[in-house]
């Protein structure tokens, strides 16, 4: 079965980086859209970042435009999510995901059929 599996999480200061990744298995990442999702305490999960099966379309929401970059290596079957000039503002539990539907890069979390456990960053001010 697929299981996507993050790890990078932690504590760290506004302004600091972290670099998340999330593992696949039993599936490939070229073969789906991987995205990034995050949900902070009380708030709804939203869309951070997501690249196509092809890697020609990557989307990014605009709160996160300029600081974090998606990637993925397809010879370790991996994606990776770098967080620059972190804020307070972006504490939550972060989740990979993946979707194997026809739209590029979707930003719509119905969209994506298999979920990681999730990775905690928090952004101490």
Do not use: H
């Not at 999330?22 to 708030?43: D, E, Y």
């Not at 435009?65 to 307070?88: E, H």
């Amino acid at each position: 079965q697929v299981q996507l599996v993050e790890n990078g999480g932690g504590l760290v200061q506004a302004g600091g980086s972290l670099r998340l990744s999330c593992a696949a298995s039993g599936l490939s990442v070229s073969s789906a859209n991987m995205g990034w999702f995050r949900q902070a305490p009380g708030k709804e999960r939203e869309f951070v970042a997501a690249v196509s099966r092809s890697a020609a379309t990557i989307r990014y929401a605009d709160s996160v435009k300029g600081r974090f970059t998606i990637s993925r290596d397809v010879a370790k079957n991996t994606v990776y999510l770098q967080m620059n000039s972190l804020k307070p503002e972006d504490t939550a539990v972060y989740s990979c995901a993946a979707d194997r539907g026809l739209s590029a890069a979707t930003m719509r979390a119905s969209a994506y059929d298999y979920w990681g456990q999730g990775t905690q960053v928090t952004v101490s001010s």
